[in-house]
């Protein structure tokens, strides 16, 4: 076993939500579960963090949907429409678990009806030996402007893309990407760190959430570790 990581285990909350005998709402929140000799202490901590969520996210915004599919449920009834089953899923991914960092991502779906449905992703990264959650800053040492940097190289891939007549993003793409970039969108790969940005934020829906790879280079992206 790697002493400079965790060791990770899937967990999960299922279920169906009905009403009148009509299943209105299934939901799966799926979440990690973190184990670690080193870093037990802080593996707990994230264990019980990440379980916190879950049940919460659960409790009230699983039960607010709820709620509105019964609305639509009865408007449905009283109009003699079809009843659209909600869904709700909650998926992650482990990006990087190495050197004393572990970088994860999560995706919440929701389907409330309509033609498709919404995910939203949401990022952490961990300095595993601290036991801290890190900052994109981070990982550019001795840039003050980084976040201009890091523009600049988004909107050179999104160049080469419409150059490649691969023209995925609305025409104002630069712009929307100085406008909704944040810095807590960001997750590390082996590779550098992944800067992503929402449906809708910088291009249409069929384009999906939009990922950049910033490189591990000399003059760019610095990797950390223990």
């Not at 939203?120 to 994109?136: E, P």
Request: charged letters at 25%; hydrophobic letters at 35%; glycine letters at 6%.
């Amino acid at each position: 076993m790697a002493i400079n990581n965790v060791n990770v285990k899937a967990n999960q909350l299922k279920g169906d939500m009905e009403y009148k005998g009509q299943k209105l709402l299934t939901y799966t929140i799926n979440y990690p579960q973190f184990s670690s000799e080193r870093f037990r202490n802080f593996a707990n901590k994230l264990s019980v963090y990440y379980k916190a969520e879950a049940v919460l996210y659960k409790k009230y915004h699983v039960s607010k949907l709820f709620q509105m599919s019964i609305d639509d449920y009865e408007y449905a009834i009283s109009n003699n429409f079809p009843v659209r089953p909600y869904e709700v899923l909650t998926v992650y991914t482990i990006t990087h678990n190495d050197n004393c960092v572990l970088s994860l991502y999560f995706d919440r779906y929701e389907y409330t009806g309509g033609a498709h449905g919404m995910t939203t992703r949401s990022a952490d990264t961990w300095n595993l030996k601290s036991g801290r959650r890190m900052d994109l800053s981070e990982f550019f040492p001795g840039k003050k402007d980084y976040t201009s940097y890091i523009i600049a190289e988004i909107n050179k891939q999104t160049a080469k893309d419409i150059a490649d007549n691969n023209n995925i993003y609305f025409e104002d793409v630069n712009d929307l990407v100085k406008e909704n970039f944040r810095e807590k969108n960001f997750y590390v790969v082996p590779e550098g760190v992944v800067i992503f940005f929402q449906h809708y934020e910088i291009a249409p829906y069929s384009s999906g959430i939009r990922t950049f790879l910033i490189p591990f280079q000399e003059g760019g992206a610095v990797p950390v570790g223990c």
